[in-house]
Each structure stands twice: as structure tokens, then as C-alpha cells.
């Protein structure tokens, strides 16, 4: 057999593969093919050469194809002109007439080639043929001197392609003399099946020495594979001529028994490399066998960006990223050592400064100033191309000692904003890697029902812990402390060291906390200055925005009203203190307005906004309609628009208080008109507009406005109905309709 020949295993090749890879793979290909990129990524200068002519065949013929080293279909052109002879090749695009996807060239400068079907059947899966499927490509004739090119125009052609082989293996596996596992086809590895009928390996193959392919790995029942004139072929027992190398190596192999491709890749180089800030390190890697290459490193500090990683490989001459398959790397180590944060993908690499750290992966900071093991990991045994960081036995060092708060300490709790409790101890002993803290809470002195814990300052590396009297007050409650009760919880430390962890060798201690009253479940207004009046079934009830946070749009008339939990029974009550203060019980004196009212029980602070004013809003020349307060969080208004008011279709609302005005628009992008759902309607409270006169809006937000619906066209000849509801009960949302 004639040796491999180097070229680039195109994107397409390697999604029919399904690999675990983003990118493509660099191959080595049986045929001495020059696969190239994209006529569109290209640019040339047409000089002293001029366009081929085509001739045969004709545009839009049909060719089926067969499985035969015999068939062929015969390309033909006229020369491209007379002042001297150019190179040609024959160029073939996808079905969209412009992504190249193939080439290939005669001999010479020859004016016609006769191209076998096996390869104008990978051409079909190039483009997205189906096999057995009819689908076309486009063909064109490349004339070339020195570096100028000149492409002619193209020809359809419909290839019926056909799958290579009917019956498809479901296991394959590399055996001979050559190959990692030598004569013995039981020792023989295994290639991974990345798709129907398609296979990968990365493997060691000696020089010159044999290598086949078979479906089974038991002797004499297996089917044999080798290649042969250029493609992938069933041999009928030994293959006649065995497949060699000629240099000992890493390869990868891929099989496509679909189309009958063949590659082999050398993988020359596998590499650790550290994208470190001022310069990249590299480290070479050994090569294991299966697939597997290994490194032995220190690491140093891991805080900042300095925990960056990933493995650089040279394949085909071509250096790869092997890393995750974020383009900007992952943002966070993970929390474990295994799983699919682990997992391996090819990517293109660049050693410029800005993107030396694309697809690295992320060390735990526990891992400073550790010895690891790494193996990158891209055999069949694993569901995954993946990677392992072992960082051997570990040993868990609990905290010895507890520091505060002291045993059978007391705190009450309070709702003032940034009230908290210090927790402390003695730091773990010992050499393991930094551990992570966390404060664990009980209800019972056994510490046999957890009732809630608290990462230690520093994202956890900290001896020391900040407790939120708001965390500490879920906490009481989960151990059954009621409301405004004291009661008893227990509290110890949780060493971690990566996915191991051991409680604190001393017991736990006791705290006594006293609870803060009830917050709410529900929210409601009362009283003869609301707008349901004093009748307490009647009462409104108030959003519900966050645990404990509620609000409410609503009209109040002169006299008294209150807040109340509940709309039947005996319910809790609420009043205002100098404006902003939540206290339970009393009644407060309203000024007649309309306002939005909000209720913070977690703080108790109240905030009051009158509403002056709600405007339907059109940006295009800054259109405005005053919207009439109804009832209940609702505004209404119409409009009869003028011409010039429909330029561009967009709207949104202006809502004006006391304090500011705020663009109210879509919750999510609208920049379309209404498909008919109601939550296209549906809208929040946003920017403020410090002028009160702005068109188009900040970040972005032009997107979230809405349009008016097509049915509305020509939009400046109809009167509009138009609905603003913010009521309590339902989502806020909005309607407009045309006369």
C-alpha cells in the first residue's frame, strides 16, 4: 500500500461522526485529496488567468452512484486561455450553491478527469445527502497560476448516493502485528462508535508493521476491513495487501462504513499547557497506551485566574485545544473530581495573549501546592473523551476546637438590615489540600437532625463564619422554634477537602436564639380610605413579590385604613409609623392619591410612590396619551393617531410618581407584534427616565418594547383602545386595540 498522505478532515466529516469534539479533526487521508475551506472565507485577484469553461456534464444531470472501484463519472472543460496553460481543479459546493465542500484536481494540466463514484459519494455526505437519498451539489473548475486563481461558474448535479456497506458494525476493533494490541485480536482495542456506522480510536501503531480492522475481537468469526483504492473495503479473510505506517506513532483513526472513509491521523505531541497571565508554560505528556497519556505536576497557587488549564495536542501538523467546549473556558472549578466538567473537546488553539486561555478548564482552590496526577483520557472505555486529576490518598483534618460564639450563648434576633452573628474556631491541622468550612446547625444535642448550615467567610476558606440573623432565623424555624419563642439549636463545623468531610471533633454547642415575629404569608388593604372600603372580606389583596415583600398599585381616599394578613377571621394588622416604619396594629391616616405601596416585613420598612401620571408612550417622535386611573391598579385611555405616528410601530409606558418616571416594558424581548398569547402583553417596571423625554432606550431595551398588532395596518388610521393593568392578583400586563 502507498503511504497516507496528509490533509484536513473537513467539519462536515466530523459532524456525520458525532464525536465529542467542537471543532474538527486534523486527518491524514487515504487519497491524495486537497480538501480546502470555503469559496466564501476566499479572496482572488483575477490576473493573466480567466475562467475554465464547462462542458460535461451538462447542468442538472442526475448520476446514481455505486459501490464499484470501476465507476466513475467523466468532468470535462475547456481550457481557461491561451497565454500559457494553468493548473485546474474541480471544485465542489453544497446545495446552497456557495459552501465549498470538496476538491479535487488531475493530472497536470489536464482538461477533463474521470472521478470514481466512491468519492463523489463522499461529496454527497459532505453536503448532507442522505444515503440512498437524491440531493445536489454544484461543481466548478478552478484555474490557478502561481497564486492566482480564477473559479468558474457552476453546474448543479443530483447524486443519488448509496451506503457503502448494508450491513453496518456495531463493534470494531484495530488488531495485527502493527497495532497496540499485536496479533492477538482478543488484546485488540476497541474503537469508539461515534454515529451509525462510524468509529475513532487513538492508538499506537508501529512502522511497518500490519494492522486490519474487524468487528469482533474473538478469533476466526470476525468480519476483516482494510482500505483499498483509496477506500474503506470488506476483505474476504486476510486482506491481500495489510495496511502499514511509516513512522511508530499515535494515530487517530476514523471509519465511516456510510461512506467508505478512511483517515489516519498522527497525533505527533500532547501537551499540558498552563495559560498563565504573563506566559504560558507547556509540558509534554507520555504516552500511556489506550488512548491515555499521562503527567505527573505540581501545582502552585490556584487563586485568581492563576487555576487555569487545559491540553494542547499537535494533530496532522496542527495544533488543537483539548479542553472544554466553553470558548471563553469555564468560569467556575467544579465542586468534585469527576463528571462532565471533566470532559475533553477539540478546539482550535492560538497562542495570542487574548485567547491562550479559550476552552481551559479551572482547579479547585484546594488544590494549591499540590502533587496531581493528570490522565487525559481519550479511549473507549469511557462514555466520554474526559480527563482525571488524582490527587492520591486524602486525610481529612476535623477542627479540634470551637471559639464563639461561647457554649450556652443567647442571641435574640433582629430585623435590622445587617444584623449578624460571628461564628469561630481553630483551623484543621495536617498537609491535605485548603479545606472548605461550613457552619451546620442542629435542632437536638445528638446532632441528629440537621436543621440548616452556613458557608464560612471566603466562599468557605475562612475559620470564621457571618450569620445573617435572617439565615439564623429559617434555621430556628426549621427546628421547630415558633415565632417570637426561644428555643434551642446546636452548632459544630464541617471540614471538606474536595468530596471528602469530617465534623468537628469537639461537640456541638448550644445557642438559644429567640425568633423574630411571624412574617407573612399574605398581604391584604383595609379600611374606609381603601379603595374596597372598611369591610374586611372586601380587602385587596397585595402582591406578592419576594418571601415577606409586598406591594400593591391602589387609590386612597381621606380617612384611615391598614395592612392585614388575612381577609377573614381574626387576622393580624399593620399599620405606618413616621412614614417608613412597620408596626403591628394601629391604623394610618391617608392623603387622598393614588399610590404604588411596598411592604418589607423582612426590614419592616414601608416605601410609598404617589402615581401623577401614566402615559402610553411612542417613541418615534416622542408621542404621548395619558392614560385615566379606574379602579384597582388599572389605567385606561384612547387615542386617534396622527399621520407620522406609525414610522415605527414600537411602544411602551412612562410612569410618573412623586420621585421619578419609570419605563415600564416587556418581562421578556418583544420587538415583534403580538402572536396571540396574552403573556405577550405582560410587563414590568424598569429604567428610570431622568429627562421624561427620551425616545429610544438604554442597555438595549428597545427590544422589549412591544408593536402594534399587524391587523392595525396602516397604523396611522385607526383610534386605539388602550389598557394598563397593574392589579395585585393578576400579572401585570396590558392591552391595545384598534377602531
Not at 506 to 529: D, E, F, N, Q, S
Not at 590 to 609: H, K, P, Q, S
Amino acid at each position: 500500500m502507498k503511504p497516507f498522505f496528509t490533509t484536513n478532515f473537513t467539519t462536515n466529516f466530523i459532524t456525520n461522526f458525532t464525536i465529542k469534539f467542537k471543532s474538527t479533526l486534523t486527518a491524514l487521508a487515504l487519497a491524495s485529496v486537497a480538501l480546502t475551506g470555503c469559496k466564501d472565507d476566499m479572496e482572488y485577484s483575477n490576473g493573466n488567468v480567466a475562467s475554465a469553461t464547462l462542458v460535461w456534464p451538462e447542468d442538472g444531470s442526475t448520476v446514481e452512484l455505486f459501490n464499484s472501484a470501476v465507476a466513475t463519472l467523466d468532468f470535462q472543460w475547456e481550457a481557461a486561455n491561451d497565454a500559457g496553460a494553468p493548473y485546474y481543479q474541480i471544485v465542489f459546493y453544497a446545495g446552497n450553491r456557495t459552501t465549498e465542500i470538496y476538491r479535487i484536481a488531475p493530472a497536470e494540466r489536464q482538461l477533463q478527469m474521470s472521478v470514481p463514484h466512491r468519492t463523489l459519494n463522499v461529496v454527497a455526505g459532505l453536503a448532507g445527502i442522505a444515503p440512498n437519498a437524491l440531493g445536489d451539489v454544484y461543481w466548478a473548475v478552478a484555474s490557478a497560476k502561481g497564486t492566482v486563481e480564477d473559479i468558474s461558474g457552476s453546474r448543479k448535479l443530483t447524486l443519488k448516493s448509496y451506503q457503502a456497506f448494508d450491513d453496518l458494525p456495531v463493534s470494531l476493533y484495530i488488531a495485527g502485528a502493527g497495532a497496540e494490541g499485536g496479533t492477538d485480536v482478543a488484546e485488540a482495542p476497541q474503537f469508539r462508535e461515534t454515529g451509525k456506522g462510524v468509529f475513532e480510536i487513538y492508538t499506537e501503531l508501529q512502522a511497518n508493521g500490519e494492522f486490519y480492522f474487524t468487528n469482533r475481537n474473538t478469533p476466526g468469526d470476525g468480519r476483516i476491513f482494510t482500505v483499498a483504492d483509496s477506500f474503506l473495503v470488506e476483505a474476504d479473510g486476510a486482506p491481500a495487501t495489510p495496511l502499514t505506517v511509516a513512522a511508530t506513532g499515535v494515530y487517530a483513526v476514523a471509519l465511516n462504513f456510510v461512506t467508505a472513509e478512511a483517515y489516519i491521523t498522527p497525533v505527533t505531541d500532547v501537551r499540558y499547557f498552563v495559560p498563565d497571565a504573563d506566559t504560558s508554560t507547556s509540558t509534554p505528556m507520555s504516552y500511556e497506551g489506550d488512548g491515555k497519556w499521562s503527567l505527573h505536576v505540581t501545582l502552585g497557587n490556584l487563586t485568581g485566574s492563576n487555576n487555569q488549564y487545559k491540553f494542547v495536542a499537535n494533530v496532522g501538523g496542527t495544533d488543537r485545544s483539548w479542553g472544554c467546549n466553553a470558548e471563553n473556558g469555564q468560569g467556575n472549578p467544579p465542586q468534585i473530581l469527576e463528571g462532565d466538567y471533566f470532559y475533553v473537546y477539540q478546539n482550535p488553539h492560538s497562542d495570542n495573549d487574548a485567547e491562550r486561555a479559550r476552552y481551559a478548564y479551572r482547579y479547585m482552590t484546594e488544590l494549591s501546592n499540590q502533587a496531581v496526577d493528570l490522565t487525559l483520557d481519550m479511549s473507549s472505555g469511557s462514555d466520554h473523551y474526559t480527563h482525571v486529576v488524582n490527587v492520591g490518598d486524602l486525610t481529612v483534618y476535623p477542627v479540634e476546637q470551637l471559639n464563639a460564639p461561647a457554649a450556652n450563648a443567647s442571641v435574640a434576633l433582629s430585623k435590622v438590615a445587617g444584623s449578624s452573628l460571628s461564628f469561630s474556631w481553630q483551623p484543621s491541622s495536617g498537609t491535605s489540600p485548603m479545606p472548605k468550612y461550613t457552619v451546620v446547625f442542629y435542632s437536638d444535642a445528638e446532632s441528629a437532625n440537621e436543621a440548616g448550615s452556613i458557608l464560612a467567610d471566603s466562599d468557605g476558606y475562612e475559620a470564621t463564619a457571618t450569620a445573617l440573623h435572617s439565615a439564623i432565623e429559617n434555621i430556628a424555624a426549621a427546628a421547630n422554634i415558633p415565632p417570637e419563642g426561644a428555643g434551642n439549636i446546636w452548632w459544630s463545623v464541617r471540614t471538606t477537602v474536595l468530596a471528602q468531610s469530617e465534623m468537628a471533633a469537639t461537640p456541638p454547642r448550644k445557642l438559644t436564639v429567640t425568633r423574630l415575629p411571624g412574617i407573612p404569608a399574605a398581604m391584604y388593604i383595609t379600611g374606609a380610605a381603601s379603595e374596597a372600603g372598611a369591610t374586611l372580606g372586601d380587602a385587596l389583596p397585595m402582591k406578592k413579590t419576594a418571601d415577606g415583600v409586598f406591594e400593591i398599585y391602589t387609590q386612597l381616599a381621606t380617612g384611615d385604613y391598614s395592612f392585614v394578613d388575612g381577609a377573614t377571621g381574626t387576622p393580624r394588622q399593620f399599620s405606618v409609623t413616621g412614614g417608613t416604619a412597620i408596626v403591628e396594629g394601629g391604623a394610618i391616616s391617608a392623603a387622598a392619591g393614588i399610590y404604588r405601596i411596598a411592604l418589607d416585613f423582612n426590614t419592616d420598612v414601608a416605601t410609598y410612590r404617589e402615581i401623577t401620571k401614566v402615559e402610553f408612550f411612542h417613541p418615534w417622535g416622542g408621542q404621548r396619551v395619558t392614560l385615566t386611573y379606574t379602579s384597582n391598579g388599572v389605567w385606561t385611555g384612547s387615542a386617534t393617531s396622527t399621520s407620522g405616528w406609525w414610522s415605527d410601530e414600537r411602544y411602551r409606558f412612562k410612569v410618573t410618581d412623586n420621585v421619578e418616571i419609570r419605563e415600564w416594558y416587556g418581562v421578556e424581548v418583544r420587538n415583534s407584534p403580538p402572536t396571540g398569547s396574552p403573556d405577550f402583553y405582560y410587563m414590568k417596571e424598569g429604567l428610570v427616565d431622568a429627562t421624561g423625554n427620551t425616545e429610544w432606550m438604554s442597555d438595549n431595551m428597545d427590544n422589549n418594547m412591544w408593536k402594534i398588532p399587524d391587523s392595525c395596518a396602516p397604523w396611522d388610521s385607526h383610534s386605539y383602545n388602550i389598557t394598563f393593568s397593574v392589579k395585585a392578583d393578576e400579572p401585570y400586563t396590558h392591552m391595545i386595540t384598534c377602531n
